[in-house]
T-cell receptor, first 113, second 114 residues
């Protein structure tokens, strides 16, 4: 069966520090992968999506970046965090043969201090 | 482009009462529609989905939703609320053939009073 792993679960980082969040999927090949962010009391904001290795599409200009070095690995990064980067980050994948629904990871709570 | 609107950012019901969470969609092609639930500090979990089969869709935890094309709606209901239903609920719409096709509503926070 397919599973999605996201870590760490919580992270407290100072302003100006780097960021690396990792997401991996098991049990599927060539999935579409997505990074979302939820700010406090707000809905889901799509940040990046990827349809294959090295293929990244950005939805919102910001100081975050994403990479997909392997088929089932999706990384969210920043060189210098801002206070406004605080939020709940969710990774998701979609198997194109499964009714187009998304499966989400358990999320990372990022607090920038 | 497709979109969804969830009416009411907060809904409060008493335990045992009917739960009704409203969702209206906009799509240029026949849509796929989804409801997700999110508990605090957790990811989103699929409750149910409509993919052009039966218009009344049953999901987990006693929830169901009805696709009404004439009203462009996909409201979520549960006959009797339980304390454990307290969570955030998201409606989403998808269109076939677009890799970036899932659009989420702003969410509705459900509170269940004892």
């Amino acid at each position: 069966s397919q599973t999605i792993h996201q870590w760490p679960a919580t992270l407290v980082q100072p302003v100006g520090s780097p960021l690396s969040l990792e997401c991996t999927v098991e049990g599927t090949s060539n999935p579409n992968l997505y990074w979302y962010r939820q700010a406090a009391g707000r809905g889901l904001q799509l940040l990046f999506y990827s349809v294959g290795i090295g293929q990244i599409s950005s939805e919102v200009p910001q100081n975050l970046s994403a990479s997909r070095p392997q088929d089932r690995q999706f990384i969210l990064s920043s060189k210098k965090l801002l206070l406004s980067d605080s939020g709940f980050y969710l990774c998701a994948w979609r198997d194109t043969g499964q009714d187009y629904g998304y499966t989400f990871g358990s999320g990372t709570r990022l607090t920038v201090v | 482009a497709q979109s969804v609107t969830q009416l009411g950012s907060h809904v409060s019901v008493s335990e045992g009462a009917l739960v009704l969470l409203r969702c209206n969609y906009s799509s240029s092609v026949p849509p796929y529609l989804f409801w997700y639930v999110q508990y605090p500090n957790q990811g989103l979990q699929l409750l149910l989905k409509y993919t052009s089969a039966a218009t009344l869709v049953k999901g987990i935890n006693g929830f169901e939703a009805e696709f009404k094309k004439s009203e462009t709606s996909f409201h979520l209901t549960k006959p009797s609320a339980h304390m454990s239903d307290a969570a955030e609920y998201f409606c989403a719409v998808s269109e076939v053939g677009n890799n970036n096709d899932m659009r989420f509503g702003a969410g509705t926070r459900l509170t269940v009073k004892p």
